[in-house]
């Protein structure tokens, strides 16, 4: 396994650390989307993690459940509420992820955890992107987040795994509230949120 050598242990005890103030806000949050979104408060997925083990991730919920007349869902444009832009402008909605640190699923930083139906579609460079434990922040979000495109956004992903520090995870911790507090990299262009991975075109190199 990539990573350094206590980096479960400084997630655990900065998580815990922090708890004074992430608690309480978690409890305002989950009032406001209760009240403003409405139930369920907690939006669940299952998330391919280390080594592309699945597990639960855990965020605010953002997004109606709206359908069109075929019972298909409707583009994230025409579900996500103005409380949910609000929430995702200012990343209060992936609070509960810091529960998924404490259980062990995710790490402070590292690559986000994507949908499992992209495992098949990386090329063999990007799936190294797994071998640490995923991320509420990392290397990608601190150097463009959602503005940036995937094959920029994957290879950023392998080279944290590469350059795996203690050092470093400070350096995008710190880069992490500068990015949050400025509200840069949200989405993508046209997008309300970001477009699906699709994978390579066939013609294109696959590492």
């Known amino acids: 396994m990539a990573g350094y050598r206590g980096k479960r242990l400084f997630d ?4 815990l650390l922090a ?10 949050v989950a009032v406001v989307v209760r009240w403003k979104i409405g139930a369920p ?5 299952v998330r391919p993690g280390l080594d592309g083990r699945p597990f639960e991730m855990m965020k605010f919920r953002t997004m109606t ?8 869902l409707l583009p994230d444009a025409e579900r996500l509420t103005p409380a949910g832009r609000r929430l995702r402008s200012t990343s209060l909605d992936e609070l509960p992820e810091l529960l998924n640190v404490l ?8 690559p986000r955890p994507l949908l499992v139906s992209y495992l098949p579609r990386y090329a063999v460079h990007h799936r190294r992107r797994h071998e640490v434990r995923p991320g509420l922040t990392g290397l990608a979000q601190v150097s463009g987040r959602n503005s940036l495109t995937w094959p920029d956004r994957l290879d950023l992903d392998v080279e944290y795994v590469e350059r795996c520090s203690l050092a470093l995870d400070l ?3 710190g880069r992490t509230v500068s990015a949050v507090l400025g509200r840069r990299g949200i989405s993508a262009e046209g997008e309300a949120t970001m477009a699906e991975f699709t994978g390579y075109a066939a013609d294109e190199p696959r590492r």
């Open 41 to 45: 408060v907690l939006f669940r997925q």
């Open 12 to 15: 655990i005890i900065a998580v």
């Open 171 to 173: 350096r995008i911790l």
């Open 103 to 110: 259980r062990g699923g995710m790490s402070l930083v590292g």
């Open 19 to 28: 708890a004074p103030l992430w608690v309480p806000a978690l409890g305002v």
């Open 65 to 72: 459940d709206g359908r069109d007349v075929s019972g298909a």
